[in-house]
């Protein structure tokens, strides 16, 4: 038997250390080659380290939470016969955008490690189910299974926290409880992990790791820089609304029009006359970077928070290519194979929660950024109409902006164009 180290390898040009987000492994595992080992997070962008060897784990290099410094032992294992050749090796990475890169081989010289430093309750929520061993009963006839160490997404996880339920208790049919599973199980206990009212949740302490801490940190340092105001105002979006059915009812192969790619067509026709909204501001350097290109930022809410993905170029594109690029970008980001080029560089951002978009909105800026427009939700509303009382399709445009750059005058001025632009779908469709 022998000890290999597993350093972790240069995941990315200038980056000194990464964050360990999940385990998937535990001391006295015993991995193959190729399994994931473990999550970590550089920037925004998550990335999956893979075993390149079989054996079995004696040491891992910290808790969840914890920085690893670039080329500093990640895991050690013990395996059989001798450890490869460092010129034998060929360690590789799976980066977030699903390419493969070599990765440096590893020395011989390493500092010593603690075993088994990572908790083992934090560990097993990462840790792969436990095969039946020979002899053991199987799982219930039909599939179904109840396992205490059953995976689940950390949606899922919080979701039954939420509620109350044990997780294993609940059945599945799969390898991880889904919320369907969850479904079925308050179905089946009358719509709530306990049938008297109201049950007490568990006292809980959460370490602030990974994406939420990167989100704590980048809102904190937002809301103590930058001197925000916020410019609300109503858009009639009844023609707008008409137009879209029209288009999806003849869109064929494209994917479905939301309005977010009409909003984007929108601001990239009127940025041009606003330079001080689409601009980055180096407060630091006291410079203002004021972009010729937009590149439109596009907040993504996933499972473990919020990412904002980057719509390159988007003054290029028409509204398909856009419907197509906003698709592409939120699966990538909500499953975690998001780039980091296609996670920073954005000169503005928009917002949008769909339905639950609410009346009015205060975002935050996404900081070195100077400003960013929340879309709130479309409601039919009273309106008067040359005298007339109609019923339309009204929607709240909320901008939040950089006051030691933008002005208030400015800020309102840009959601007038904005509103001339959707309130004239025509107009707006025919400036391409």
Known sequence: MARYQFKLPDIGEGIAEAEIVAWHIKVGDMVREDQQLADMMTDKATVEMESPVAGKVVAVAGEVGDQIAIGSVLVEFEVEGEAPAEEDRSDSVALADGMVEPTPGIEESVPSMEVDSAPADEISEHAPAPAPAAGKASAPSGGESKNPTMLASPAVRQRARDLGVDLSQVKTTSDRVRHS?????????????????????????????????????????????????????????????????????????????????????????????????????????NIIHRSGAVHMGMATQTDNGLSVAVIRDAQNRDIWDLAREILRLADATRAGKASREELSGSTITISSLGPMGGIVSTPVINRPEVAIIAVNKVKEMPVVVDGELEIRKMMNLSLSCDHRVVDGWDAASFIQALKKLLENPLKLLSMH
């Open 181 to 285: 599973d969850l479904d079925a199980y308050l179905l089946y206990n009358g719509g709530s992990a306990s049938r008297g009212g109201g049950s007490r949740r568990q006292d809980e302490s959460i370490k602030v790791v990974g994406l939420r801490r990167k989100i704590a940190e980048n809102m904190q340092e937002a809301k103590r820089r930058i001197p925000h105001f916020t410019y609300v105002d109503e858009v009639d979006v009844t023609a707008l609304e008409q137009t879209r059915a029209m288009m999806n009812a003849d869109r064929g192969s494209n994917p479905k029009l939301t309005l977010l790619p009409f909003l984007t067509t929108a601001m990239c026709r009127a940025l041009p006359d606003f330079p001080m909204l689409n601009a980055r501001y180096d407060d630091d350097a």
